[in-house]
Nanobody
Framework: DVELVESGGGLVQAGGSLRLSCAAS????????IGWFRQAPGKEREGVSC????????YYPDSVKGRFTVSIGDAKDTVYLQMNSLKPDDTGIYYC????????????????????WGQGTQVTVSS
C-alpha cells in the first residue's frame, strides 16, 4: 500500500502560489513528526517545513520562512504546504515524510530513519 501520496504540484509563474497536499493511508498524523522536503536536480534533499502537531511551532528554513506554511487537516490524515511568492529556486520535487515521535531534526537523514515517504510531486516555477 502507498502510505503517503503528495499532490498539488505543477507549473507556476514566479510570484505565484501552490498548495501541496500529503494524504496518509493506514494511519493519522497524531503521533508523527511530519516533514516536507524538496530536491532539485543535482542537489541534496532539503527540509522546507517540519511539524509535530500540537507540540511545537513549525520549523522553516530561512529560504522559505514567511512564504511557506504547513498545516494539518482536521481529520489528521492530510498535511498541506501552502507556498506563496514562489521563486525559480523553489523548483524541485517535493516530498512529504512521516516519522513516529518528535521533530528533533528537519532533515532527510532524520526522516529516513522513520516510517514513510511519499512518491513526490513536481513543482516548477518559471521566471
Amino acid at each position: 500500500d502507498v502510505e503517503l501520496v503528495e499532490s498539488g504540484g505543477g507549473l507556476v509563474q514566479a510570484g505565484g502560489s501552490l498548495r501541496l497536499s500529503c494524504a496518509a493511508s493506514g494511519f493519522t498524523f497524531d503521533d508523527y513528526a511530519i516533514g516536507w522536503f524538496r530536491q532539485a536536480p543535482g542537489k541534496e534533499r532539503e527540509g522546507v517545513s517540519c511539524i509535530r502537531d500540537g507540540i511545537n511551532t513549525p520549523y522553516y528554513p530561512d529560504s522559505v520562512k514567511g512564504r511557506f506554511t504547513v498545516s494539518i487537516g482536521d481529520a489528521k490524515d492530510t498535511v498541506y504546504l501552502q507556498m506563496n511568492s514562489l521563486k525559480p529556486d523553489d523548483t524541485g520535487i517535493y516530498y512529504c515524510a512521516a516519522r513516529r515521535g518528535p521533530v528533533t531534526h528537519c532533515s532527510a537523514k532524520y526522516f529516513n530513519s522513520g516510517d514513510y515517504w511519499g512518491q513526490g510531486t513536481q513543482v516548477t516555477v518559471s521566471s
